[in-house]
């Protein structure tokens, strides 16, 4: 926003130095004669041009301060840009991390829970098989002499499958369970690995953020100080004016730190200083015209606007310190004249030096 904001600002300046009078742009390539009665108009002309030549640089100055304001702008916004796609690409890859090993975790824990399944239905089998032998055995102890010689030899040969099948079923317990221990064992390892690149991603962050932090400082530090200044100027003309109103310039031009107020006409010091303000009006024959730069410590100046034979102009220029939340405007000092031209009548001021 605030960059929208400052190429508004800079729209706005160059828009109004490109309405000037064309009689003004053209001042500085063709001089302008002129055939006047007597000496008093000769210098208001003189006068007017030379008001004109301050505001046209002013502008100017503003304009070359805030395209470079812009341009630094633009790049520690392309720099931050940079910063925020990395952190986004490591906390995705972060995230696939941890699927991953939860993923792994799962497997291990569903194959760790058939191998006790299986090993207790061995350990079952085999409990069985003793069983069974403990029984055969008894029978042929009971039964030795009532059996022939041949199926004694087949019952034993019998009881030595069923006993080779059993230490079969042993070993295959046996392998179960260090089948098992090598699976914890890698689990392990995993676990101790992915914790490593963890840390590593981890490391990666704190960096991103340090970088981050220091792109926010370099933001700051490159950050212009804008100096308070402000122009304004009547958006209409003003054709009936009270004895010790308030000349009201509603058309603002340039206020760097929001300090004029065009609905009232009143500029408000942001900070204790040095402050240069310069006004001018161009008034009719019929309207000469005495005007005061006041403010809330007292008046600051005076001008004054001659009768002329067809448009009289005057102002003033003044320095003064002025402290924080000083009010400053423009008023009309007297009774006389009622007239003030839109275009030629204008308002402005700036901070030469801040104190304290």
Sequence with gaps: MLFLHLLLCWMVISMSTSNLPLAVLKSEEKPITVVCANESVREDIHHLKQQLSQETLIRLSLVHQMSAFVNELLTVKKEMA??????????KGNADIQLEKQRM????????????TDRETLQENTQHHKDLQSAVEEIFRNYTAEFRTEEITEVKNDMSEILDKIQELENNVTDLELENQRLQRKL????????????????????????????????????????????????????????????????????????????????????????????????????????????????????????????????????????????????????????????????????????G
């Design 82 to 91: 940079s910063v925020l796609v990395k952190m986004e690409e490591v906390e």
């Design 105 to 116: 975790r799962m497997e291990l824990d569903r194959q760790i829970k058939i191998n006790n």
């Design 188 to 355: 392990d390892e995993n676990i101790i690995e992915k914790e490593k690149e963890d840390d590593t991603k981890l490391q990666m962050i704190k960096e991103l953020q340090e970088d981050f932090r220091n792109v926010t400082t370099k933001i700051e530090r490159t950050r212009p100080q804008m100096l308070p200044s402000f122009h304004a100027r009547l958006s209409r003309s003003v054709r009936k004016i009270g004895f010790f109103q308030t000349i009201i310039f509603d058309l603002e031009v340039v206020d760097t730190t929001n300090s004029y107020d065009p609905r009232s006409g009143i500029f408000t010091a942001p900070v204790t200083g040095t402050y240069v303000f310069y006004w001018n009006i161009l008034s009719n024959e019929a309207s000469g015209m005495d005007t005061t730069l006041d403010s809330s410590q007292g008046p600051l100046g005076f001008g004054f606007v001659s009768h002329a034979v067809n448009y009289g102009n005057g102002g003033n220029l003044v320095i003064a310190n002025l402290t924080s939340g000083t009010h400053v405007w423009v008023k009309k000092a007297d009774k006389y004249g009622n007239y003030i031209h839109e275009r030629f009548s204008t308002f402005s001021g700036y901070l030469l030096q801040a104190s």
